[in-house]
């Protein structure tokens, strides 16, 4: 079993940035994938970021990209989503997931282990 735990979330203005965090402990395995996903009110679990465990891939999605920049640290079993120049429609509850194995989905039916969501507000 893998346990996802994510921190940072926040409130913020329009153009201002956050850093979440998404700490790993349990069974994670050498390759994993882990990725990012938003869902926003009434609106479906969408993609945002994905990284390979040794973080040479990422993937992003457009609405993100020269926006958001995914990092890890093996040594931590960490994750970090540094977004900057925030705009009003990154609102939503912001999960982090965990896949073991060489892909990278992009799909959160490609996710095996969720986090349990931190919220990021964006005002204008």
């Known amino acids: 079993q893998v346990q996802l735990v994510e921190s940072g979330g926040g409130s913020v203005q329009a153009g201002g940035s956050l850093r979440l965090s998404c700490a790993a402990s349990?069974?994670?395995?050498?390759?994993?994938?882990m990725g990012w996903f938003r869902q926003a009110p009434g609106k479906e679990r969408e993609f945002v970021a994905a990284?390979?465990?040794?973080?040479?891939?990422?993937n992003y999605a457009d609405s993100v990209k020269g926006r958001f920049t995914m990092s890890i640290d093996n040594a931590k079993n960490t994750m970090y989503l540094r977004m900057n120049s925030l705009k009003p429609e990154d609102t939503a509850v912001y999960y982090c997931?965990?896949?073991?194995?060489?892909?990278?989905?992009?799909?959160?039916?490609?996710?095996?282990?969720w986090g349990q969501g931190t919220q990021v507000t964006v005002s204008s």
């Open positions: 990284i390979s465990w040794s973080g040479g891939s990422t």
């Open positions: 997931a965990l896949d073991p194995g060489y892909q990278i989905p992009v799909t959160p039916a490609g996710y095996e282990y």
């Open positions: 349990g069974r994670t395995g050498v390759m994993y994938a």
